[in-house]
C-alpha cells in the first residue's frame, strides 16, 4: 500500500515580529507512526503543533494533514479533516462546565447523527478504554486529579476514533508511576487502533518508550529525524546535551536496542 | 483505518440474500466507520433492525473495509448486545467488539422521580443558603474591622499603593460615564417636572424638586447601581480568577492575608471614592436640570443656583455623601463576598459574578429605602 504521508509540512517559516522560529522546517509522519518532537524551551515545538491544528497559520510553507492542504483547502474540507484527528492538550482542556460524561459525549453530539442511548454506550465504551470507571462519569473535571484528566481527555481525543492523535505534553503535570501507566495506555491504544501520533515532548522516558521516530527541532529546524538509535548519534550540541547528559544516558539505558558507546 | 485515499471505499451496506436452507445471511459491505456512518447512522439502524427480524440470520461481516468502534457499537446494538451464534468477521475487526464485550452494559440511569416535597424543600434551600450569604458577609466584615485596627495600628506598612489603584480605577476611571449619565437623567427629571409645574403656576419649585430629589435619593442610587454593575463585577470576576489560578492559596501560604491585601483596599477604595463619585454625578446632573429648565421655563443659570441652598438644606448633602459611603461598602463586601466563594470552573465564574451585580444593585436600592424611612424627618426646609 502507497500511503501518503499522514503529516507533511514543507518549507515551513514562522516569524513573530522579529523572532524567527522555524526557517524553511520539513517534516514528513507515515500513517501508523508514533513521532515525538523534541527540543529546547523557545525551540517552537508547541508552535508547530499549534500550526498542524490550524489553530495559527504559518507565515511561508504547506502543512498537508491526512493528504489535506490545511490553509488552502476551504472551510469544508477543512471541517471533515478536523473529525479525523483527536488532540490531547497539555493540561487536558476538559470544559470545566461540563461532567466528564459530557465532556466525552460533545464530540458525538456535535455530529448530530446518534440519539442519546447510543452515544452513552460509545462514551462508556471509551472510559472502560481509557481505565476510568463508570461511576466518575457523573463528576465534574474540577473534582479530578490530573492523571484522570489526562485519561478523559485522551477518552475525548478518541472518542470518533480518529486516524491521528496530537499529544502535547502527554505525561506534564503526572508522577513517574502515573505517566508510565499512562504512556503504557498510549502504547496498548495505539497497538490495537494503529492511529498515528505526533507528540511533543521533553518527557526522556516517554520519549523512548513510545515513539518510533524522533524530530529533534533546534536552530529553528528539524536537525534530524529517525530512530532514537540514529538520531543519537547525530552531532548537535542540543542532542548532546539531551540524550547524552546523565538523565538522557539513564533514560536510553532503558531501550533495549540501542547501543551507545 | 489507514487505507486512506489509495482506492475508493464503497458506502456501507446491508444485504439479506436467502440461503438454501431457509436460513438468511446478512451481508455487510463497504465503509462502516465514523466518516461513513456520521450521516447515515438513522437509516442504517434501522436497515440492521429489519434485517435483523429476518429467520434463522446468519450474519457476515467480513466484507467490510472500514470499520471502527462506532461501526461496531451500531451493529453490537442490533445484536442485543450479544455475539450472533453465525458470525463471519475480518480478524483484524475482531478487536471492536472485543472493546464493546468489555463494556460491560452501562448501566442505565434510573429518571429520579418528582419529590412530592420538592417545593419546600427548594424553599428551605434556599433560606438556609440566604442565611448562610449573610453570615459570611458578617464575618467578612468582621474580619475588615481587625484588619482596619491593625492598619491604624501600624499605618505605614499597609498596602497603600492597592488602595490608590483601586480608587483611581473606581472613581477617577467612572468619571465620564457617571456625568453622562447624570447630566441626562437631570435633564429628563427637569424636562418632565417643568411640563406639571407650569400647569399649576408653581415654577420655582423646580429648584426644590430637582435639589432634594437629586441630592438626596438620585444622585445616589443611580452612581451606586453604575458603579455596582461597573466595579462590582470586576471585583467579582478578578477573585474568581485569582481562585482559578491558585492565586488565592499562593497568599495564603506565603501568609498574606487576603483580606488585607486585597480586600480591605478595595472597601476602603470604594468607600471613599463613591460619595466623591455620589457629589459629582448629583453636581452634573443639577446642571442638566438647570440646562433644562432655562429652556423650557426660561430660569436662568444663576436664579436656579441661587435658590438651591434656600430650597435644600446643608444636611442634604451629608445624606448623600453618606449614603455614598454605606452603599459602597455594600457593593464592595458583596463583591468580594462572591468573588471569594467562585468555584475553580467557568459556570461558577459566570454564575459569581452575576449573582454579585444582582445581589449588590438589589442591596444598594434596599438600603436605600431603609435610610428614607430612617431619615425622613430630616433635612426638610
Redo the contacts between chains.
Keep these: 500500500?502507497?500511503?501518503?504521508p499522514a503529516v507533511q509540512v514543507e518549507g515551513l517559516w514562522t516569524v513573530y515580529d522579529d523572532l524567527v522560529v522555524h526557517r524553511d522546517l520539513d517534516l514528513k509522519v507515515m500513517?501508523?507512526e508514533v513521532v515525538s518532537l523534541v527540543g529546547g524551551s523557545g525551540s517552537g515545538k508547541t508552535t508547530l503543533l499549534r500550526q498542524l491544528l490550524g489553530l495559527e497559520r504559518p507565515r511561508r510553507g504547506s502543512i498537508r494533514i491526512?493528504?489535506v492542504p490545511l490553509h488552502s483547502c476551504g472551510p469544508d474540507l477543512f471541517e471533515?479533516v478536523r473529525?479525523?484527528w483527536g488532540v490531547l492538550f497539555q493540561h487536558g482542556a476538559l470544559?470545566?462546565?461540563l461532567s466528564v460524561f459530557d465532556n466525552i459525549a460533545l464530540p458525538l453530539r456535535e455530529?448530530h447523527?446518534?440519539?442519546e442511548d447510543?452515544i452513552?454506550?460509545?462514551?462508556?465504551?471509551?472510559l472502560?478504554?481509557v481505565g476510568i470507571p463508570?461511576r466518575h462519569a457523573s463528576t465534574?473535571?474540577?473534582d479530578l486529579s490530573g492523571g484522570m484528566i489526562k485519561r478523559i481527555a485522551l477518552a475525548r481525543a478518541l472518542v470518533?476514533?480518529p486516524?491521528l492523535v496530537f499529544l502535547d505534553e502527554p505525561t506534564a503535570g503526572l508522577d513517574p508511576d502515573r505517566s508510565e501507566a499512562f504512556v503504557k495506555l498510549i502504547r496498548d491504544l495505539h497497538d490495537?487502533?494503529?492511529?498515528t501520533v505526533v507528540m511533543a515532548t521533553h518527557d526522556l522516558d516517554t520519549l523512548v518508550s513510545v515513539s518510533d521516530r524522533v524530530a529533534v527541532l533546534a536552530d529553528q529546524k528539524v536537525v534530524a529525524f529517525g530512530h532514537l538509535d540514529e538520531v543519537v548519534r547525530v552531532d548537535h550540541p542540543f542532542i548532546r546535551n539531551f540524550f547524552l547528559g546523565e538523565r538522557g544516558l539513564r533514560a536510553l539505558s532503558a531501550a533495549p536496542s540501542l547501543q551507545i558507546d | 483505518?489507514?487505507?486512506?485515499?489509495?482506492k475508493p471505499v464503497r458506502d456501507p451496506d446491508v444485504q439479506v440474500t436467502a440461503a438454501g436452507d431457509g436460513a438468511h445471511v446478512i451481508r455487510l459491505s463497504g465503509a462502516w466507520?465514523?466518516?461513513a456512518?456520521?450521516?447515515r447512522?438513522?437509516t442504517l439502524q434501522s436497515a440492521l433492525r429489519d434485517a435483523a427480524l429476518s429467520a434463522g440470520a446468519r450474519w457476515d461481516l467480513s466484507q467490510i473495509e472500514r470499520f471502527?468502534?462506532?461501526g461496531a457499537?451500531?451493529v453490537w446494538?442490533v445484536w442485543g448486545r450479544c455475539r450472533p451464534g453465525k458470525l463471519q468477521l475480518k480478524r483484524e475487526h475482531e478487536?471492536f467488539f472485543g472493546?464493546?464485550e468489555?463494556?460491560?452494559r452501562?448501566?442505565a440511569s434510573s429518571p429520579k422521580r418528582a419529590d412530592p416535597l420538592s417545593l419546600l424543600i427548594a424553599l428551605g434551600r434556599g433560606a438556609s443558603l440566604v442565611t448562610t450569604h449573610a453570615l459570611e458577609m458578617l464575618e467578612l466584615f468582621g474580619q475588615l474591622l481587625i484588619d482596619a485596627v491593625a492598619v491604624a495600628r501600624q499605618p505605614l506598612l499597609r498596602p497603600w499603593r492597592e488602595f490608590s489603584a483601586n480608587v483611581y480605577r473606581i472613581g477617577a476611571q467612572a468619571l465620564a460615564i457617571t456625568a453622562l449619565v447624570g447630566f441626562l437623567i437631570g435633564v429628563v427629571l427637569s424636562y418632565l417636572s417643568a411640563e406639571q409645574l407650569r400647569l399649576v403656576g408653581a415654577d420655582v419649585f423646580i429648584v426644590n424638586i430637582l435639589g432634594i430629589g437629586i441630592i438626596r435619593e438620585l444622585g445616589p442610587v443611580v452612581c451606586s447601581i453604575l458603579v455596582a454593575g461597573r466595579s462590582g463585577s470586576a471585583i467579582t470576576a478578578q477573585l474568581g480568577v485569582m481562585r482559578v489560578t491558585e492565586e488565592l492559596d499562593a497568599l495564603s501560604v506565603m501568609g498574606i492575608s487576603r483580606t488585607m491585601r486585597l480586600i480591605l483596599p478595595k472597601v476602603a477604595a470604594i468607600a471613599v471614592a463613591l460619595p466623591l463619585l455620589v457629589l459629582w454625578t448629583s453636581g452634573v446632573a443639577l446642571v442638566g436640570g438647570a440646562v433644562s429648565a432655562s429652556a423650557e421655563l426660561g430660569m436662568s443659570f444663576q436664579q436656579f443656583f441661587t435658590g438651591l441652598p434656600a430650597a435644600v438644606p446643608a444636611i442634604n448633602l451629608w445624606l448623600g455623601v453618606g449614603k455614598g459611603v454605606v452603599f459602597g461598602v455594600l457593593i464592595a463586601l458583596i463583591a468580594c463576598h462572591f468573588g471569594l466563594r467562585i468555584?475553580?470552573?467557568?459556570?461558577s465564574l459566570a454564575a459569581g459574578t452575576t449573582r454579585s451585580v444582582v445581589t449588590s444593585i438589589t442591596a444598594v436600592i434596599v438600603a436605600d429605602a431603609i435610610l428614607a424611612v430612617v431619615f425622613s424627618d430630616v433635612g426638610w426646609s
Design positions: 500500500m502507497s500511503a501518503e500513517p501508523g491526512l493528504g471533515r473529525k479525523r470544559y470545566s462546565a455530529l447523527a446518534f440519539d447510543f452513552r454506550d460509545l462514551v462508556m465504551l471509551k472502560d478504554a463508570h465534574m473535571p474540577a470518533l476514533d486516524e490495537k487502533l494503529n492511529f | 483505518m489507514q487505507q486512506t485515499a489509495s466507520d465514523i466518516r456512518l456520521e450521516a447512522a438513522r471502527d468502534h462506532i457499537m451500531l446494538r478487536i472493546a464493546c468489555g463494556a460491560a452501562a448501566a468555584e475553580p470552573n467557568t459556570e
